[in-house]
């Protein structure tokens, strides 16, 4: 099968045109999702949208897939750093390896909620997604005020549950877009 010129022309035009809309898209549920709530960061939410696959192609609705799906690798990411961490804690003081105890064992429950909260909201049950999604910042807090119980501890955990917990704030802020007739 062979292209014309101009084929080809309005071609790369509808990819790029595609791809400038998706930016706009992600940028103004960005900047929406900042400014309606104060756990999110705008920089960090574009970036996080702009580098995960499809994000560009996607409508709103898309974009709150994504951002759960986000949620879904970061917890399985962190559970697996934390797996990690643990391999070493002959090197460990005590406190600090109770703590990541309790935070695996905070993000392995954390795991079936994402996946949990990913077919609530493929059903558009939004309310079972939002509470899903809290449960899973719940526990990215929790973990983190783990390490603050006893002074002169910092927890090796502060990125990745700062992480966790605003790509949850993300897509609550989507899902209340959704609710609220945003499409």
């Known amino acids: 099968m062979r292209f014309s010129s101009f084929s080809l022309t309005i071609f790369v035009f509808s990819l790029l045109f595609l791809s400038i809309n998706g930016q706009d898209l992600i940028y103004d549920t960005c900047k929406t999702s900042s400014q309606q709530s ?21 409508n709103l609705t898309g974009l709150g897939m994504v951002s759960i799906r986000l949620i879904k690798d970061n917890v399985t990411d962190t ?9 070493n804690s002959a090197k460990l003081d005590p ?5 990541l105890n309790d935070c695996f064992e905070l993000y392995s429950d954390a795991i079936p909620d994402s996946k949990q909260a990913m077919k609530s909201y493929s059903a558009k049950r939004y309310f079972d997604a939002n509470v899903q999604i809290s449960s899973i910042m719940d526990a990215a807090t929790t973990c983190e005020d783990g390490f603050k119980e006893k002074k002169g501890f910092v927890s090796p955990l502060t990125k990745k549950n700062d992480a966790t917990f605003q790509l949850g704030a993300i897509a609550l802020s989507i899902m209340n877009s959704l609710q609220n007739g945003s499409k």
């Open 95 to 99: 406190f600090v390896k109770a703590c």
């Open 38 to 58: 104060p756990n999110v960061d705008f920089l960090f939410c574009t970036t996080s949208l702009q580098a995960a696959p499809a994000s560009h192609c996607a």
């Open 79 to 87: 559970r697996c750093y934390i797996k990690q961490l643990l391999k």
